[in-house]
């Protein structure tokens, strides 16, 4: 019988003793065994921390995330073997696209986020903070990637997503993982580590992988380290109890399964695309992987007046599920990982049941196609009812982690709220209305319970991803039973890696540490113009103080005629009583445009383009009679990527460079202040 084996200390090693059986989800057959026991978790985090830990840290963001562009790449090309694998899980080839290529997408999601973070190592957060009435004493906060490791615990339902998701921020943030895939699946998260190893993509020491059952493994987390866990809430409680995590303060996220909850709006009545649409989403989140979704739709909220044809409607559609093998044509629902999960959930159902009776399914009788039903883990999707929601309360205490939900009726949308939140907490729940007002009401009422919501309706129906899916870029997590907890989240979620640190002193200090001008810091001018210089020549500070120029009425007159802004503020000296202007004045638009004129060197240079600007304000109104001038310095520089394969622009080696345009009068007040952006080419 084949033992799978650890990836840990940079080589693959079988734990000891027999370890944990894995089956085929349909024949009930062992696939492989599991186990970590007798290896040293004290070892791993330390080697994680020693030999994983410094290369990822001294790697800039924009590197970082070129690594996790090439690893998503390379996997997409070798995904049929891991559906090859997916299949005996359970899963239908649509349920291990969610787990496959949904894992990649995170690879993909996060690496397009290198473009959000500077060409540092570290993140500069938010602005200057003045701290004194000269500004020679100024504030900021950096973020710096944590010297500890991300333990990752995860659970059985998707062995590929589970682990991608999480790594793909943490390998963003700077930090190496130690993934603890869970021991009745991990013969897939196996497959997939190894190409990763073989792939060199990763340094050494940043991704490590446990296939067993990983007890013991906080025993030696540290104040550096991250602790995330995925699975039931009654485990995750047990885990963030441990003695290690509150002695050394170990930050812990917990994504638990929830009772999440979809509610059908009062206008959404049969015949109305908002009723047809709701029946196939519930139904889509009672089958997909057979239920086993943290996500998955288990409590089933509509007007009592609609009780009856919900029923009917869902139990049409479930009824036309072919539950089997998916390998044999028109099967659409697989089976539950292993039969000892399939008893769980039979266990549970048997409590649901003492107060809501099954009205669609019949877990007893039932077909499968293309296997055997006594063999392997299969179960039909089961339907409840729950007459009375607010007295009977099991459905929203009991999680039956299959292809089982229960039906009850509300009155109004205030008692469907209420319903909503009796689960405590709940990853994701689903409006789906197309009346704006209960589409509101709903969200702002209900949105303290549950980490996410979506809004279902004939307008977003087309290109919506569904109530069970996790978006990279926002947060996956929720309140209460849900675990309180976050994962991904785009920039949010790279911070839960990174230690954020306040740093204090002189601008100028503040500049020399971040890279980034800090207003007040000490400006350098040169003899030759910035815009003469390539990128590698530039450095923050040099500072370009250009001449000056004297605003009249016919600069106002001329930029309103060529803008066509003939805003009365600047073109009817009449109309000012009760405004905050003193006489006609002059374009902000103007004020900047002018600016630019003031700077720019007109002659062909290294610089290509003027790439956008990132904020701009107007700070003091400028009047005929004025005059201005500019400083223009070097507010940061980011290097780009170029391919010399490709035509025009990504062909050239350049950089982005953020100049901080500061616009003053003849008393040396700033009149307007902004951050251009110009494509500058290197050397």
Not at 197 to 217: N, T
Not at 307 to 334: F, H, I, N, Y
Not at 593 to 616: I, Q, R, T
């Amino acid at each position: 019988m084949q033992k799978i084996q650890n990836y840990i200390l940079g080589k693959w090693i079988a734990g000891d003793g027999e370890g944990t059986p894995q089956f085929n989800a349909y024949t009930g057959e062992i696939i492989s065994t599991a186990s970590d026991a007798g290896l040293d978790f004290a070892k791993i985090l330390e080697y994680g921390r020693k030999t994983g830990s410094p290369p990822l840290r001294k790697m800039t963001f924009p590197e970082r995330g070129r690594m996790l562009k090439a690893l998503a790449f390379y996997l997409l090309e070798r995904k049929e073997k891991y559906y090859a694998v997916s299949h005996w899980t359970g899963a239908t080839r649509g349920d291990s696209w969610v787990d496959i290529e949904g894992g990649i997408g995170n690879l993909f999601a996060y690496s397009s986020l290198r473009r959000r973070f500077p060409d540092e190592p570290f993140h500069v957060e938010g602005e200057t903070v003045r701290l004194s009435k000269e500004n020679t004493f100024t504030g900021h906060h950096i973020l710096v990637p944590k010297r500890g490791v991300a333990v990752h615990i995860n659970a059985f339902n998707f062995p590929i997503w589970g682990m991608l998701e999480k790594i793909a921020v943490n390998l963003l943030a700077g930090v190496p993982a130690v993934v603890k895939a869970s021991e009745q699946t991990s013969y897939l998260t196996e497959v997939m580590v190894r190409d990763i190893v073989a792939s060199g993509i990763l340094p050494e020491g940043a991704l490590q992988l446990l296939v067993g059952q990983g007890r013991g493994i906080l025993d030696s987390v540290q104040s550096q380290d991250v602790v995330t866990f995925t699975g039931s809430a009654a485990t995750g409680k047990k885990l963030r109890a441990h003695p290690a995590l509150i002695e050394h303060s170990v930050p812990f996220t917990m994504e638990a399964d929830s009772l999440n909850a979809a509610i059908l709006g009062e206008d959404a009545v049969p015949g109305t695309p908002e009723f047809d649409l709701f029946i196939k989403e519930v139904r889509r989140e009672m089958v997909t992987k057979a239920g086993q979704k943290c996500t998955a739709v288990r409590r089933i909220i509509v007007p009592e007046k609609l009780l009856d044809e919900v029923q009917a409607a869902l139990a049409v559609a479930l009824k036309k599920t072919a539950v089997g093998d998916p390998s044999v044509e028109g099967v659409r629902m697989g089976a539950l990982i292993n039969r000892t999960q399939l008893d769980r959930v039979r266990e549970k159902l048997a409590i649901l049941a003492k107060q809501s009776p099954v009205v669609a399914g019949d877990p007893e009788q039932f077909e499968v196609v293309g296997a055997n039903r006594e063999k392997g883990a299969f179960l039909p999707p089961i339907l409840l009812r729950n007459e009375n929601p607010l007295q009977q309360t099991l459905s929203h205490e009991t999680e039956c982690f299959g292809p089982v939900s229960t039906l009850m009726p509300y009155k109004n949308l205030e008692e469907a709220i209420e319903i909503s939140q009796l689960g405590k907490g709940s990853l994701v729940s689903t409006i789906c209305t197309y009346d704006r007002t209960i589409q509101r009401e709903y969200v702002l009422n209900a949105a303290v319970w549950h980490g996410r919501i979506l809004m279902l309706n004939r307008d977003s129906a087309k290109e919506s991803t569904g109530h069970g899916s996790p978006m990279p870029l926002l947060v996956h997590g929720g309140p209460g039973h849900a675990g309180g907890g976050e994962e991904m989240g785009g920039m949010r979620g790279v911070f839960h890696y990174m230690q954020r640190t306040a740093i204090q002193g002189h601008p100028t200090d503040i500049t020399n540490v971040t890279n980034q001008f800090q207003p007040g810091a000490k400006q350098t001018e040169i003899p030759v113009h910035p815009f003469k210089k390539h990128f590698d020549d530039l450095f923050v500070g040099e500072t370009l103080i250009t001449a000056k120029h004297t605003v009249s009425e016919s600069d106002i007159h001329n930029f309103a005629n060529v803008s066509g802004d003939n805003f009365y503020a600047h073109m009817d000296a009449t109309a000012l009583a009760d405004t905050p202007f003193t006489g006609r004045v002059a374009h902000g638009y103007f004020v900047l445009s002018k600016a630019a004129g003031l700077f720019v060197d007109a002659k062909k240079g290294p610089v290509l383009l003027n790439y956008g600007l990132d904020e701009c304000r107007f700070t003091k109104p400028v009047y005929p009679g004025m005059t201005i001038g500019v400083k223009l310095t070097v507010k940061e520089k980011i290097e780009q990527e170029h391919d010399p394969e490709k035509e025009g622009v990504a062909a050239i080696p350049r950089g982005i460079v953020k100049w901080l345009v500061d616009v003053y009068d003849e008393t040396g007040e700033t009149v307007a202040i902004a951050t251009i952006l110009t494509m500058v080419r290197k050397k």
